[in-house]
T-cell receptor, first 118, second 117 residues
């Protein structure tokens, strides 16, 4: 079974702190994603990566950055945490889906990190 | 613009009754459609997907969904609901024009399913 592990289930941080959320997957997936989940808003894509050292912005990248130094690990960084970044953060991974093939687009999710910024 | 809509915030069903969770979409190309379920304090789990072929797709835990191109819908169904089906359900569509082949998904806002004994 695919396993996506997020390092923390719950985090409490203070405004202005630098926050690191870590995600590791064990299935050699090329794609990795960071979402935030808020009630009534569903899942919104923050950043994704399709290869080591590659990253692309999602729908709401402001206030966030990411790092992918190894294929299995994708980190989300809040440079200076703010209260409006209090949310559930979900990491996901998937196989690369090449053009002209049946897309192997099933995304496998971690259990989530609930971040509170005070 | 590509989008997916789940018109109901909550669906209440009695155990043993059939359930339907609605999803409609708007994409420019041929859609890839997915349903995910989220149990309390857990991440999302894949239920089923439509890529091509038979419009009726069967998935995990007895769920199925029907792709209806003319109505741009992909409603999730189950013939007989269980209390354990109570969870948050997300419909998602792959936008073929966003991120190219990278498999990015657009998620609906979620529908809370409550099954009462």
């Amino acid at each position: 079974d695919v396993k996506v592990t997020q390092s923390s289930r719950y985090l409490v941080k203070r405004t202005g702190e630098k926050v690191f959320l870590e995600c590791v997957q064990d299935m050699d997936h090329e794609n990795m994603f960071w979402y935030r989940q808020d009630p009534g808003l569903g899942l919104r894509l923050i950043y994704f990566s399709y290869d080591v050292k590659m990253k692309e912005k999602g729908d709401i990248p402001e206030g966030y950055s990411v790092s992918r130094e190894k294929k299995e690990r994708f980190s989300l960084i809040l440079e200076s945490a703010s209260t409006n970044q209090t949310s559930m953060y979900l990491c996901a991974s998937s196989l690369y889906s090449g053009l002209g093939t049946l897309a192997k687009n099933i995304q496998y999710f971690g259990a989530g990190t609930r971040l509170s910024v005070l | 613009a590509q989008s997916v809509a789940q018109p109901e915030d909550q669906v209440n069903v009695a155990e043993g009754n059939p359930l339907t969770v609605k999803c409609t979409y708007s994409v420019s190309g041929n859609p890839y459609l997915f349903w995910y379920v989220q149990y309390p304090n857990r991440g999302l789990q894949f239920l089923l997907k439509y890529i091509t072929g038979d419009n009726l797709v069967k998935g995990s835990y007895g769920f199925e969904a029907e792709f209806n191109k003319s109505q741009t819908s992909f409603h999730l169904k189950k013939p007989s609901a269980l209390v354990s089906d109570s969870a948050l359900y997300f419909c998602a569509v792959r936008d073929p024009n966003y991120g190219g082949s990278q498999g990015n998904l657009i998620f609906g806002k979620g529908t809370k399913l409550s099954v009462k004994p």
